[in-house]
Antibody, heavy 115, light 107 residues
Framework: EVQLVESGGGLVQPGGSLKLSCATS????????MHWVRQASGKGLEYIGH??????????TYAASLKGRFTISRDDSKNTAYLHMNSLKIEDTAMYYC??????WGQGTLVTVSS | SYELTQPPSVSVSPGQTARITCSGD??????AYWYQQRPGQAPLLVIN???ERPSGIPERFSGSSSGTRVTLTISRVQAEDEADYYC??????????FGGGTKLTVL
């Protein structure tokens, strides 16, 4: 069974940092690109970025609005993808999901940016 | 452009057919995907690559494509189908592009 489990969310102050993890199982993680998507309460789905496989040089792509503050990485030995978030703003408050290009999603982890 | 446009809401009576459209220039060259999202849950893929139905998705769900428009059709709508539905495609870099979402109300 394919599973994705996000963790690392929580309450953080504006300007702070947070690292989210996406632990996976049940598929070839090393051969898969991994995507991060977020959703503010009552709003639609927003693409954050994705990281390609080793075959594609672990290349990353980010939403233009987030580039520079968010970084995606991966550890193929742990079947885990990461989302590093810096200089967090109140408007970054959202549920954060990882997904294997839509075919499977985690349950999400909630990030709340507030003082 | 890589914007996808969906109607904000669609309403249908139980047993009727619901059609949700999604428009965007990218759809002429890229596949479309449809997700169902119930309150408090993660998105669930219901249509893959324009018209493929993933395992476990009822046959009542179907997808079609014509030029720059794709359509999600839900036949014999049931109360459990009430949810938000999102279309998704990709831009040239492989980034996921989402429509704004359509709230399906079962009257």
């Amino acid at each position: 069974e394919v599973q994705l489990v996000e963790s690392g969310g929580g309450l953080v102050q504006p300007g702070g940092s947070l690292k989210l993890s996406c632990a996976t199982s049940g598929f070839s993680f090393s051969g898969s690109a991994m995507h991060w998507v977020r959703q503010a309460s009552g709003k639609g789905l927003e693409y954050i970025g994705h990281i390609r496989s080793k075959t594609n040089s672990y290349a990353t792509t980010y939403a233009a609005s987030l580039k520079g503050r968010f970084t995606i990485s991966r550890d193929d030995s742990k079947n885990t993808a990461y989302l590093h978030m810096n200089s967090l703003k109140i408007e970054d408050t959202a549920m954060y999901y990882c997904t294997r290009y839509g075919s499977t999603w985690g349950q999400g982890t909630l990030v709340t940016v507030s003082s | 452009s890589y914007e996808l446009t969906q109607p904000p809401s669609v309403s249908v009576s139980p047993g009727q057919t619901a059609r949700i459209t999604c428009s965007g220039d990218a759809l002429a060259k890229q596949y479309a995907y449809w997700y169902q999202q119930r309150p408090g849950q993660a998105p669930l893929l219901v249509i893959n690559k324009d018209s493929e139905r993933p395992s476990g998705i009822p046959e009542r769900f179907s997808g079609s494509s014509s030029g720059t428009r794709v359509t999600l059709t839900i036949s014999r709508v049931q109360a459990e189908d009430e949810a938000d539905y999102y279309c998704q495609s990709a831009d040239i870099s492989g980034a996921m592009v989402f429509g704004g979402g359509t709230k399906l109300t079962v009257l």
